[in-house]
């Protein structure tokens, strides 16, 4: 049975119903409400919902997003909705059809620029717009004052707001369109949380196998196994993955599709089977698969490394389910920046206080040299160790515990949803710190 996806909706008590339209082109969604009628109800809506069940993402407004980020749960998909053009372009036309004219108009939350470019498409006076950009340490009495003073000064006769407090205080007063994002705004936030949480979802769940076989003779090819076996287990890009005997001449390996993504530099080439060659003194060749199942990835795998088995030197092939084959990927090319073996006494001693193992240390090491000090998100440090994005939010906290990371600000990945925050690796000064690495 298909997992339900879970979409959580903050929204004021009158635009409910606007919500439940826009929702209803989602099938395998299940919608879990936070209804608010005064501002200082949602946060305690919010708390509760997350309290009393799992959600996948979460959609809600600037104003209710600015209450509440702190609860936000670090790995749950956020969409922030705010009004667009086309919203204050239709509250325009809506001021004409009642006979109001086009400014002068005083505006709030929208940004400024959406104001500019609406007016310069319409071709309207800037100089008879008032805009006031969301700021969540604006009051609604703030907001309104705003408004008040710009129609006491310019003689306009209208506002558009999309806070439904400043609709409710000026609306005895003055004529208050709404500039709400309209269905078609919401409508479309709607499908690309659900997207981004799927892609979500197959990303966390895309493993691949790789299968490396001995296909030289040798005297002793369990021994040649054997080492074959350790080399891969002393690979620092292999420590999180799962190695184990295949048969007497193979060695599966299991782990994230990222992970082998790195080791192979993006499916170009594998070093890792010269050095195979190298201190084995056998040949090596290695197959990859993607699939939507282990059992599916080792398939892919076998027949791919069949494949790599017919050409005449080292090398790698990749078959994923979608029918894509990749190779061959030459033995040559970029050798490790790390090894096991280079891991050293401080490292592995900083490693045992912090609590990971040398190998991914290392790992960490070498991605802090490889960025030069420009700072990483949690989700871009999972994909470059080929770990998933919750291990890597774990990672964080961990090494942040220990002062292995320095928090950098945030970045805006997605438009509509919540900055991402970022941080600098801090491993290379700890180890400078430790005695006998300086």
């Known amino acids: 049975m298909p997992v339900v996806m879970v979409i959580g909706l903050v929204v004021h008590a009158s635009h409910r119903d606007l919500f439940a339209d826009a929702a209803r082109t989602l099938t395998g969604v299940t919608i879990e409400w936070v209804v608010y009628e005064q501002e200082s109800e949602i946060r305690d809506g919010v708390r509760a919902l997350l309290d009393r069940r799992h959600v996948d993402g979460l959609l809600l407004g600037s104003v209710p997003y600015a209450r509440c980020r702190d609860l936000l749960p670090a790995d749950l998909q956020v969409t922030v909705t705010r009004p667009a053009g086309l919203d204050l372009a239709l509250s325009w036309c809506r001021a004409l059809a009642r006979g109001l004219p086009a400014t002068p108009v005083s505006i709030d939350t929208f940004t400024q620029e959406t104001v500019d470019e609406v007016a310069y498409a319409l071709g ?19 907001i309104v004052a705003f408004h008040r003073e710009f129609l006491t000064r310019s003689g306009g006769s209208y506002v558009i707001s999309v806070r439904t407090g400043v609709m409710a205080e000026l609306g005895a007063e003055t004529a208050v369109l709404s500039g709400l994002p309209g269905i078609a705004t919401l409508r479309a ?17 895309r493993f691949a196998a790789g299968v490396f076989l001995i296909v030289s003779h040798s005297p002793d090819l369990d021994r040649a196994r054997v080492g074959l076996m350790n080399m891969l287990l002393n690979t620092p890009e292999f420590a999180d993955a799962w190695i184990e005997d295949r048969d007497r001449r193979g060695v599966v390996v299991f782990a994230h599709r990222a992970l082998f993504e790195t080791v192979t530099h993006n499916w170009v080439g594998l070093p890792v089977l010269t050095q195979a060659h190298e201190s084995l003194g056998v040949r090596v060749v290695a197959g990859f698969g993607v699939g939507a199942s282990a059992r599916t990835c080792v398939a892919l795998a076998e027949r791919a490394a069949a494949r790599a088995e017919q050409d005449g030197s080292p090398g790698a092939y990749l078959i994923e389910d979608s029918g894509v084959m990749i190779g061959p990927m030459g033995a040559a090319g970029s050798s490790l920046a790390f090894t096991y073996r280079e891991h050293g006494p401080a490292l592995e001693d900083l490693a045992r206080e912090v609590g990971l193992s040398p190998a991914t240390l290392s790992r960490l090491s070498a991605l802090e040299r490889s ?13 470059s160790l080929g770990i998933t994005d919750p291990s890597g939010r774990r990672l964080i906290r961990k090494l942040s515990e220990h002062g292995l990371v320095t928090p950098e600000g945030s970045a805006q990945v997605n438009r509509k949803g919540r900055p991402t925050r970022l941080y600098r690796l801090e491993i290379g000064n700890a180890r400078n710190a430790v005695p006998g690495e300086r």
């Open 124 to 142: 309207l006076n800037r100089a008879d717009i008032a805009c006031l950009p969301f700021d969540p340490d604006q009051s609604v009495t703030d």
């Open 189 to 205: 936030d709607l499908h690309d949380l659900a997207l981004r949480i799927q892609s979500k979802r197959a990303s966390e769940l």
């Open 371 to 383: 960025l030069n000090g420009t700072a990483i998100s949690p989700g871009d440090l999972a994909s």
